[in-house]
Structure formats: C-alpha cells, structure tokens
C-alpha cells in the first residue's frame, strides 16, 4: 500500500484541494439552472460535478505513463485469472481500482437523466468509455496494460454504483403500462 500512496498520492491530494472548487461549482450551475428554470436545478447540478470530480482522478491514474509491462488483453477472464495468485493487496488495487472507475458515472447518471434511468444505459455508457480509456492507454503508449478485464470491471463498478443509488433515482421512473 506504501507504493500505492507514492504512486497515487498527488492525486489523493489534489481531489482534496478541489472538493472546495467542487462544491462552488455546484452552487454556481445551481444558481445558473434555478434562474431559468429547471425542474431539478440542484439535483441536476451535484450529478455533473459528482461525476466529473468523482471520474477525474481514476482518469488521470489510468492515464499516467508506467513503467510497466505495456500490451493488449483480449481474452475475457483471463488477466483476472492471473491476478487470483497475486498478494491480496495488488488484488485489491486491481480489482477494487478498476470497480471504482466509474463508481461516480454509474451512481450518480440515472440521478441526473431519466434516459440513463437502467441500469443498460449505465452499462453501455461506462463500457463505451472504458473502452475509450483503454484505446487511449493503448495508442498514447503510456506503458500500460489495457485489457477486456478493465472494461469489464469498470463497467461492473458503474452498474453496481447504480444500483447502490437507485433509491434516488427509481422512483423518477415512469411506471410501465400493460397494454391492451
């Protein structure tokens, strides 16, 4: 975890200086909204910050040049096979890192639009992005391993971040009809 935090501290300490700009956003695009007249100017406002603040960091670690082994993983499972004999720590990294990728995507878009209210459309969305990420992992040559793996987690920790909000958000469903 001592590596962990001398990789990635800058940016564990930079998402804490920007909670405060995070926060005069949303009340400037709150503000911005109320006057002309959204419906929802405020829940509206903390789910495009959440998420931008929220994606930002995880966005900047997966796009830092490595040093370590660069290629392509196209095998589904596979690269998740080979961690099952890591250390738990690098499992936890690994696994729990590219879970919480899109954590703030998947929790907080079917807040902010009744469109990407299922949890398919959180799926998509996340996934379409993750692959983005992992092409641009790929063809920026930053030393990284971009896999099939990565997108399957980042878009499992978007769903499962849906579904941990979906209380918020469910009931702005419209109910279905049974047709006649």
Do not use: K
């Amino acid at each position: 975890m001592a590596r962990t935090w001398e990789l990635w501290g800058n940016v564990i300490i930079a998402g804490t200086f920007a909670l405060p700009l995070a926060l005069l956003a949303i009340l400037l695009l709150f503000r911005h909204r109320a006057r002309a007249r959204h419906p929802a100017p405020l829940r509206v406002s903390i789910a495009d910050v959440g998420i931008a603040v929220g994606t930002a960091p995880w966005i900047w670690m997966i796009l830092t040049p490595s040093d370590g082994a660069a290629g392509v993983g196209l095998v589904p499972f596979a690269d998740l096979t080979d961690l099952l004999g890591a250390p738990w720590d690098a499992v936890l990294v690994q696994v729990g890192g590219n879970l919480l990728v899109f954590a703030a995507l998947g929790a907080l878009l079917p807040v902010r639009s009744r469109r990407m209210s299922r949890l398919g459309r959180v799926a998509a969305v996340a996934a379409a992005f993750s692959v983005l990420v992992e092409v641009l992992q790929y063809t920026l040559r930053l030393g990284r391993f971009s896999s099939v793996d990565d997108v399957l987690l980042n878009t499992t920790g978007a769903v499962i971040f849906a579904l941990v909000t979906r209380r918020w958000w469910a009931d702005r469903i419209p109910a279905r009809t049974v047709p006649r």
